[in-house]
């Protein structure tokens, strides 16, 4: 099946991409089940054509496609200003894997065999982060750092900063709580619904990645380490 698929014409629009037929045709059939439209295709150009044109309000992406990998399909859409959540599908249980697939623009990740109960879950716990950051005042500022939750946009000092969905949600908890640290496991728990094991690694590599863009265009870093504990966004300004 790789056609839209409507089962409630106000469903979230999930966008699945999978070089196998019988987990597309799974996911479709389980998907349409729980009340979500779909679209499903077998390749990472496909996925890349259908991400602009169909708009989906999900994509999942499985990690090894024939053509081109689900990373490079995730840079390409980011690229194209397409900001529509990732999970990534992938058959590698590996840190480094699941940390590039975040960093490169990912939301979340789900290891290969998954359950569809655990595929829901997921869809539902980016849909609830996507939807509370949005829920938010229209505007948050924090020293140099302007978060426009209407528009769904960032400014550090007037310039625009792209962010990925999750990206959005991390500044947006760590800016919600100026000079304040916040422990991994919170920021865990808040950003992505869960404690992937334990596995703070994923925290750390997201704030990295994150201060790269705004270490650029701040007089001083903004988000800082406290050792063993956690970061604190750094405001100069009153909150």
Do not use: C
């Amino acid at each position: 099946m790789n056609s839209l698929q409507n089962s409630s014409e106000d469903g979230v629009k999930v966008l699945i991409v999978d070089d196998e037929p019988s987990i597309r045709d799974l996911l479709t059939r389980h998907l349409r089940f729980e009340g979500f439209r779909t679209h499903a295709v077998g390749n990472g150009h496909d996925a890349v054509d259908a991400a602009e044109k169909g708009e989906p309000d999900i994509i999942l992406l499985d990690v090894m496609l024939p053509d081109m990998s689900g990373f490079s399909v995730t840079k390409k859409i980011r690229s194209m200003g397409i900001t529509a959540p990732v999970l990534f599908l992938t058959a590698r249980d590996e840190t480094e894997d699941k940390i590039t697939g975040l960093t490169v623009g990912g939301d979340d990740y789900v290891t290969k065999p998954f359950s569809l109960a655990e595929i829901v879950a997921r869809i539902q716990a980016i849909l609830r982060r996507t939807k509370a950051a949005e829920s938010n005042d229209a505007i948050l500022e924090v020293g140099e750092v302007r978060i426009n939750n209407d528009a769904h946009e960032v400014y550090a000092n007037g310039t625009l900063v792209d962010l990925s969905p999750t990206e959005y949600n991390l500044l947006h908890f760590l800016m919600s709580n100026p000079n304040q640290v916040l422990k991994k496991e919170q920021i865990l728990n808040h950003v992505w619904d869960y404690d992937f094991g334990g596995n703070t690694a994923i925290v750390e590599s997201y704030v990295s990645y994150l201060r790269r863009k705004l270490d650029l265009l701040t007089t001083e870093p903004v988000i800082i380490t406290k050792r063993g504990v956690g970061y604190m966004y750094r405001s100069t300004k009153k909150a």
